[in-house]
C-alpha cells in the first residue's frame, strides 16, 4: 500500500513556503475608523472623559503607518461635515436674538472639538499633510466651518443682517451686546481676511454708508455748521471706538473714509459758506473750538484744507478791502493802522490755534494782505504815521517791549507794501520832524527801527537817515562849541539858540521861506553863522525857520508868567506883540513874512485852541480873514506854568502835499528804473521789449511796482541818451551800446 | 495635574516618573504636550487619593528613555546599542524628531568640525554639485537628476527635469528644491524648476520670454535675494543671453538682464545677492569662458556697478587663473582662487586694482602628480573662509584669513564640491561617488 502509486496520493497536509505577504487585517481601516469615528461623536457630544488620547493617537498612528492617511482624511472631512450640518439645524432653530449666541455656542464647541481631533491626527498633520500638500486639520476644520455653517444659505444673510442690524441700532444710541458682537466677527476674522471682508466688512461699509448718508441729509438740512460738524466729530469718533471694540483694525481706516465722504466731502461747499454758521462767521466771531473742529475734519477731505484756505482769503481780502476803503477810515491813519494790525493779529491767532499754524494757511494769510493793502495807495503814508505816532509816544504809552512788537508788526504790514519806496520817503519826512522838534522819545527805539528797516531796505535808504542822526549830534557840539568861543557879554540879553545844522541831502528837501526873524533873534543868528563858516570853509547856510521852535517867557495882563513853548513861527508872532496891543492879520503877514497857509495855521494855534489861547481874536470865528484883528488874552491862565503851544505839525499830508510826494516820488522812481534798465541790458546785450519789460519789473518789485508806460518812456529816454538802440530790422529789439 | 506635578508614565511595560515642567519642554504640539493637556484630562483631572497620574503608552521603553532625557537636559545621548533610525521613528510618534535634530549636533564652526558620516552614493558617473539644505539635509547632483537626503540622510526621491543634465540645485527653504538643467538640441527641455524637497514632486517650471514669446533655455548658477526673487543665469537658443529673475511667490518672470558685450552672464558658474550693497554678484570663470569675469549687477538702473575682468592678461595656461569666486559677507571683497591654491581678494569699493594675491602655493604646493584633479571651491560660513583643493577642505579664520584648519579623509579623491548649510558641511568626493557630512559636535559638557 504504501508503495503503489505513491506518487500519485495526495499529502494529507502541506507546509506552504512563506513567500507571500503578510495581510494585515482586512478590516483594519474599518475597525480604526471606527474608533476614531465614535470618539469624535464623543468629543461634539462634550462626553470627551471617558476617552484615552494614548490609545486614538496610536490608532491614527497606525492607520497612516498602514498608508490609509488619504481615507482617513476623506472619513474625517466627511464625519466633520455631518456634525457641521446638525449645528447649523440648531443655529437654525434658534430664534431671532439666540441666534447669535447659538453661533458663538457651536463655534466655541467646533473649536474645542477640533482642537480634540487635530491632537488625535498630529502624527498625520506632521507626515501626510506636508508631503501631499493637504489642508492641516485644524485649517481644515475651519474651512469647512465656513463653507457649511458661515456661507450657508439659510445663515450667511441672516448672520450679516443681524451684525449690521445690532451695530444699527448702537449708532441709533440702543446699548447692544458688544462682546457678543467682539466674539462674532472674531470668528469671521479666524476663518480668514476674506471671509470677514466679504461676508461682514463690504456690507457693513455699504450699509454704513447709506446711513450716513441720509443723516447727513436731515443734519444739514436744520443744523448750524458748528453743531453739525460737531455731529460729524462725534461720529468719527464713535465709529473709532467701534472698531476698537469689536471690529478689525483694518476697517478703521475704511470705515473713517466712508462717514467722511458722506457726512463731510459730500457738503463740504455747502457747510463751508453755510449762511450765519459757515466759515466766515467762524473768522468773524473767534470761534476757535468750531475752527480747529472743521480745520481736523476736512483734513481728512480731498481739497478740504483748499477749499478752507481760499474761503478764509477771499473774506479777508474782503473785509480788508472794507476796511482800507472806507473814507472814514482815512481820517485817523493811527487808528488805520491800529485796524489793519488788530486784523492780522486776529488770523495770526486762528491760524495759530485752530489752524495747526499751517504754513499754506499762513502764506495765505499773507497774500490776502497784500493784496487789499495795496488797495489803498495812501498806505504807505498811513503806516509811517503810525510809526511816527508810536515812536513820539514812546514809552510813555507803553514798555520797551511791547513797542518793539508793535514795531515788529508794523514791519509786517511794511513787507505787505508794493510801494515800499513811497513809505520810505514818508518815514523820512516823520523822522526829521521828530528828530528837528526833538520829539522822538527815545533814542533806542528810534535806532531798533532803523536796525528793521535796514534788514527790509539795505544800506542805502538808511544811510541817509543815519546821517540825520548824526548831523543832530554834531550840531549839539557846535552849539557848544559856539557858546564857549564866543565871549559871554557879546551874548547877554540875547536870547539863547541851539542850531541844528542838517546835511542837504540827508534829509527831505523842503522850499524853504525864510520869514522875518526878530531882530534880537538875527543878531545872535547872525553871530552863530559867522561863527560857523568860520570854523567850516566853504560851506553854506539858511535857516529853516519853518521847522524850528522856541521857549518864551511871557507876562500877561493879569500878571501871571508863563512860559510858552512855540515854533519858530509863533514866536515870530508873539514877539510883535511886544511892541503893539492890536495888530490885524494883515500886518502880521506884512512883518513877518510868513507864508499865508503856515501863518494861518500857527495864528488859529494861538488864538482858537481851547485852554491855549494866547491871543484873542476879534471877531472870534474859526476862519481869519485879512482884517481879522489879534489882541493879547489878558485873561489867559493855566494851571501849568510851561504851556505847550500846539504846532500843527506832522499831520497826514493834505490833498497838494500828497500830490507833491507822488511826484517826487514818481521822480526818484526814474533813475532808478533807468538803473535797472543799464544793469539788464549791459548783461544781456540785445533783448526784446517785452524781455526788458518783465526783467525790469522783476527787478524793481521788492521796491515798487513800476508803471509799464514809465519804462517804455524811459527806455525812449535811454535811446536818445544813446544807451540803447533799436534794432534795425527788428524794431522790438533793443541793443546795449557802449 | 498631579500632585506636585508629578507625571507617571507606562511606557511598554516600564514605569517613567517625570514632571510636568520636564514635558512643558516637548511643547503642546507634540504628542506629550497633547496627552497632558487639559482638554484630554477632564475628568481624570484628580485621581482618588492625590496619587500620581499615569499614562500609558505602547512604545518602544529604550527610546522613549533617551528622549525623555533629551527633554529633561536638552541633550541627546544616543546609546551605543541603538539604533538612531528607530530613535528616529519613535522621536517622530512623539513629535520630537525637531527636538533631536536640534540637539544632534551643534552650532556650525569650522574648526570644530568632525566627520560624522560618509554616504556612498550609487549614481554612476560624477557628481556635479552637492548643496546643504538649511534643515540639515543635501541633495547631490549627478547627471541628469538630484539625489534628496533629509537630515537623517534618508535617501528620498531622486528629483529629475526631464533627465535633462543639471547644471545646479538651491534650496529656496527647506521644503523647496530649485533644479537648473541644461536643454538638449531638439528638445524643447531643461531650463530651471521647483520641486518639493519632501515628495519630489514638481511645483513649478520656471519660464522666460524674450519679446513675450516663451522660449526654452538652459539654466546655470542660481541665486537668490532676501525678500522675494530668484535668479539665474539663463542661455537661449538664439544668444538670448543674460540673467533671468523670477518673483519667488508667483513664480513669473519679473525681468531679464541681457548680456552686455564684455561680461559674460549667460555662463556664469556663481551668482549671489549682496544684500547691502543691493547688487547681484555674477563670475564667469575658466574654463566654461576663456577669460574670467566677475561683475556686480544693479537691477534697478540695469547697469553693471562694478566688474573685474583677467582678459589680456593671462596668456598661458600655467598664469594664474581664477578659478572660482565668492563675495565676503562683510560685502567689501570678492575672494577668488586659482589653480596654485592662492587665495585673491578683490576690492569691491574701488573700481580698479586688480588681484591681491596672497601666495600660500610655495608653502603648499602638494598636488600629487597623475591624480585627476578638482577645480577648486569656496565657500564663506560666519566668518570663516572654505576653500576646497584635491582631497582637502582648508579653513580660514580671523580678518586676515589665516589657515586654522584641515578637513581631510583617507579615501574618496579628490573634493568636486561642498556645500554649508543647516550646521552641516557636505563634501562630495569625485571618485567612488561618496559624500562626506561634517558637523560640530555638541559643546563639551563642561
Known amino acids: ?738 | 495635574m498631579a500632585a506636585g506635578g508629578r507625571v507617571r508614565f507606562n511606557v511598554g511595560g516600564q514605569v517613567f516618573e517625570t514632571t510636568t515642567t520636564t514635558l512643558a519642554n516637548a511643547g503642546r504640539d507634540s504628542m506629550l504636550g497633547a496627552l497632558l493637556d487639559s482638554s484630554w484630562n477632564v475628568s481624570s483631572s484628580s485621581p482618588s487619593g492625590g496619587g500620581v497620574a499615569e499614562y500609558f503608552i505602547d512604545r518602544n521603553p529604550a527610546c522613549f528613555a533617551v528622549l525623555l532625557d533629551l527633554l529633561r537636559t536638552g541633550s541627546l545621548h544616543v546609546p551605543p546599542h541603538l539604533p538612531e533610525k528607530l530613535l528616529y521613528r519613535e522621536a517622530l510618534y512623539y513629535g520630537l524628531l525637531d527636538h533631536v535634530r536640534a540637539a544632534r549636533w551643534g552650532a556650525f564652526d569650522g574648526d570644530r568640525i568632525r566627520l560624522a558620516e560618509s554616504v556612498p552614493g550609487r549614481a554612476p558617473g560624477d557628481g556635479t554639485a552637492i548643496r546643504a539644505a538649511p534643515d540639515g539635509g543635501c541633495c547631490v547632483a549627478h547627471g541628469g537628476a538630484v539625489r534628496v537626503y533629509n537630515w537623517m540622510l534618508d535617501e528620498r526621491r531622486p528629483v529629475s527635469l526631464d533627465h535633462s543634465q543639471v547644471n545646479d540645485a538651491a534650496y529656496l527653504d527647506a521644503a523647496t528644491l530649485l533644479i537648473a538643467a541644461r536643454e538638449r538640441l531638439g528638445k524643447r527641455d531643461g531650463g530651471m524648476a521647483a520641486f518639493s524637497a519632501v515628495s519630489g514632486d514638481l511645483r513649478h517650471r520656471f519660464r522666460v520670454a524674450h519679446d513675450r514669446q516663451v522660449k526654452s533655455f538652459t539654466a546655470g548658477a542660481m541665486a537668490f535675494d532676501q525678500e522675494s526673487r530668484i535668479f539665474a543665469s539663463c542661455k537661449g537658443r538664439l544668444n538670448e543671453y543674460g540673467i533671468g529673475v523670477w518673483d519667488r511667490v508667483t513664480g513669473e518672470q519679473a525681468d531679464f538682464f541681457y548680456e552686455h558685450p564684455g561680461c559674460a552672464l549667460g555662463d556664469a558658474d556663481k551668482l549671489q545677492w549682496l544684500d547691502a550693497t543691493n547688487a547681484l554678484m555674477v563670475a564667469t570663470l575658466f574654463p566654461k569662458a576663456d577669460n574670467c569675469f566677475i561683475g556686480l549687477l544693479d537691477f534697478r538702473a540695469k547697469n553693471v556697478v562694478w566688474s573685474w575682468s583677467d582678459a589680456g592678461v593671462a596668456a598661458s595656461l600655467d598664469d594664474k587663473r581664477v578659478l572660482h569666486a565668492i563675495a565676503m559677507e562683510d560685502e567689501r571683497s570678492v575672494c577668488v582662487i586659482n589653480q596654485y591654491d592662492d587665495l585673491g581678494f578683490l576690492d569691491l569699493r574701488s573700481g580698479a586694482g586688480g588681484v591681491r594675491w596672497s601666495s600660500r602655493s610655495k608653502l603648499m604646493n602638494r598636488k600629487v602628480p597623475g591624480e585627476e584633479s578638482c577645480y577648486p571651491k569656496l565657500a564663506t560660513h560666519g566668518g570663516q573662509l572654505f576653500s576646497s583643493m584635491n582631497d582637502s577642505i582648508s579653513v580660514f579664520s580671523g580678518p586676515e584669513y589665516v589657515l586654522t584648519s584641515t578637513l581631510r579623509r583617507s579615501h574618496g579623491g579628490a573634493i568636486c564640491d561642498f556645500s554649508i548649510g543647516g550646521d552641516r558641511l557636505f563634501a562630495l568626493h569625485n571618485e567612488e561617488n561618496v559624500f562626506d557630512v561634517w558637523e560640530t559636535p555638541p559643546p563639551p559638557i563642561i
Open chain 1, 1 to 738: 500500500m504504501m508503495n503503489g502509486g505513491g506518487g500519485q496520493k495526495k499529502r494529507g497536509t502541506r507546509i506552504e513556503p512563506f513567500r507571500h505577504r503578510v495581510e494585515t487585517d482586512p478590516k483594519f481601516f474599518d475597525k480604526s475608523w471606527r474608533k476614531l469615528h465614535d470618539a469624535i461623536r464623543e468629543i461634539y457630544n462634550h462626553n470627551a472623559s471617558g476617552l484615552s488620547f494614548e490609545e486614538l493617537y496610536r490608532t491614527a498612528y497606525n492607520m497612516v503607518l498602514n498608508k490609509f492617511a488619504p481615507q482617513l482624511y476623506e472619513k474625517l472631512t466627511e464625519n466633520m461635515k455631518e456634525h457641521l450640518e446638525d449645528m447649523r439645524t440648531c443655529i437654525d432653530a434658534a430664534q431671532g436674538g439666540l441666534f447669535l449666541e447659538e453661533l458663538q455656542r457651536k463655534w466655541n464647541d467646533h473649536n474645542k472639538a477640533l482642537t480634540m481631533i487635530r491632537d488625535i491626527l498630529m502624527y498625520m498633520d506632521r507626515t501626510y499633510i506636508p508631503t501631499n500638500k493637504k489642508t492641516p486639520v485644524f485649517d481644515h476644520g475651519l474651512e469647512l466651518w465656513r463653507d457649511t455653517i458661515v456661507r450657508s444659505p439659510t445663515i450667511q444673510s441672516r448672520l450679516s443682517d443681524m451684525l449690521l442690524e445690532l451695530i444699527h441700532s448702537e449708532r441709533t444710541g440702543e446699548v447692544i451686546n458688544r462682546g457678543l458682537m467682539r466674539t462674532t466677527t472674531k470668528m469671521l476674522m479666524d476663518l480668514g481676511l476674506s471671509v470677514y471682508q466679504d461676508d461682514f466688512e463690504r456690507p457693513f461699509l455699504e450699509v454704513s454708508a447709506s446711513f450716513y448718508s441720509g443723516e447727513s441729509q436731515q443734519f444739514i438740512e436744520c443744523c448750524a455748521c458748528g453743531e453739525y460738524l460737531k455731529q460729524a466729530e462725534r461720529r468719527l469718533s464713535e465709529e473709532s471706538e467701534r472698531v476698537s471694540q469689536y471690529l478689525d483694525v483694518k476697517t478703521h481706516e475704511k470705515i473713517t473714509t466712508v462717514v467722511v465722504n458722506e457726512m463731510l466731502a459730500n457738503h463740504m461747499q455747502r457747510l463751508i459758506l453755510m449762511e450765519n454758521s459757515g466759515l466766515v462767521n467762524m473768522l468773524v466771531e473767534d470761534r476757535y473750538e468750531d475752527l480747529t473742529r472743521m480745520y481736523t475734519l476736512f483734513n481728512h477731505v480731498p481739497d478740504g484744507l483748499t477749499t478752507i484756505r481760499s474761503v478764509m482769503a477771499s473774506h479777508i481780502k474782503d473785509t480788508g478791502k472794507s476796511l482800507v476803503t472806507d473814507p472814514e477810515r482815512l481820517k485817523d491813519p493811527v487808528d488805520f493802522v491800529q485796524r489793519l494790525l488788530n486784523m492780522k493779529d486776529k488770523y495770526d491767532n486762528i491760524i495759530n490755534v485752530s489752524f495747526s499754524n499751517d504754513k499754506s494757511f499762513l502764506n495765505a494769510l499773507n497774500s490776502s494782505f497784500e493784496h487789499f493793502i495795496n488797495l489803498n495807495n495812501r498806505s504807505p503814508e498811513f503806516i509811517s504815521l503810525f510809526v511816527d505816532d508810536k515812536l513820539r509816544k514812546g514809552v510813555k504809552e507803553a514798555n520797551e517791549e511791547d513797542l518793539e512788537t508793535v514795531l515788529d508788526k508794523v514791519m509786517m504790514l511794511f513787507r505787505y507794501l508794493q510801494e515800499k519806496d513811497l513809505f520810505e520817503k514818508y518815514y523820512k519826512q516823520h523822522l526829521a520832524k521828530r528828530l528837528i522838534s526833538g520829539r522822538a522819545a527815545s533814542d533806542d527805539s528810534e535806532r531798533s527801527m532803523l536796525v528793521k528797516l535796514k534788514t527790509e531796505c539795505g544800506y542805502q535808504f538808511t544811510s541817509k537817515l543815519e546821517g540825520m542822526f548824526t548831523d543832530l549830534k554834531t550840531s549839539e557840539d557846535t552849539t557848544q562849541g559856539f557858546y564857549a568861543s564866543t565871549s559871554s557879554e557879546l551874548l547877554a540879553d540875547a536870547p539863547t539858540i541851539s542850531v541844528q545844522i542838517l546835511t542837504t541831502g540827508s534829509w527831505p528837501t523842503q522850499t524853504c521861506n525864510t520869514c522875518n526873524l526878530p531882530p534880537e533873534i538875527v543878531s545872535v543868528s547872525e553871530k552863530f553863522r559867522a561863527y560857523y563858516l568860520g570854523t567850516h570853509n566853504g560851506r553854506r547856510l539858511t535857516w529853516q525857520t519853518n521847522m524850528g521852535h522856541a521857549d518864551i517867557k511871557a507876562t500877561f495882563g493879569n500878571g501871571s508868567k508863563h512860559e510858552l513853548n512855540v515854533s519858530t513861527y509863533q514866536m515870530c508872532v508873539l514877539m510883535l506883540f511886544n511892541s503893539s496891543d492890536v495888530l490885524t492879520y494883515r500886518e502880521i503877514a506884512q512883518s513877518t513874512a510868513i507864508p499865508a497857509a503856515d501863518l494861518k495855521r500857527c495864528l488859529q494855534s494861538l488864538a482858537l485852541v481851547k485852554g491855549k489861547q494866547v491871543l484873542r481874536k476879534e471877531p472870534m470865528s474859526r476862519d481869519i480873514a485879512d482884517d481879522d484883528s489879534f489882541f493879547v488874552n489878558d485873561k489867559f491862565t493855566s494851571k501849568l506854568f510851561k504851556v505847550k503851544i500846539g504846532t500843527v505839525a506832522a499831520q497826514k499830508e493834505t490833498d497838494p502835499e500828497k500830490l507833491e510826494t507822488r511826484q517826487r516820488v514818481e521822480e526818484d522812481r526814474k533813475p532808478q528804473i533807468e538803473a535797472a534798465i543799464v544793469r539788464i541790458m549791459k548783461s544781456r546785450r540785445v533783448l526784446d521789449h517785452n524781455s526788458i519789460m518783465m526783467e525790469v519789473t522783476k527787478q524793481l518789485q521788492p521796491r515798487f511796482m513800476p508803471n509799464p508806460v514809465v519804462i517804455k518812456k524811459r527806455i525812449e529816454s535811454l535811446i536818445e541818451r544813446e544807451f540803447l538802440e533799436r534794432d534795425k530790422t527788428d524794431r522790438k529789439m533793443y541793443r546795449y551800446l557802449a
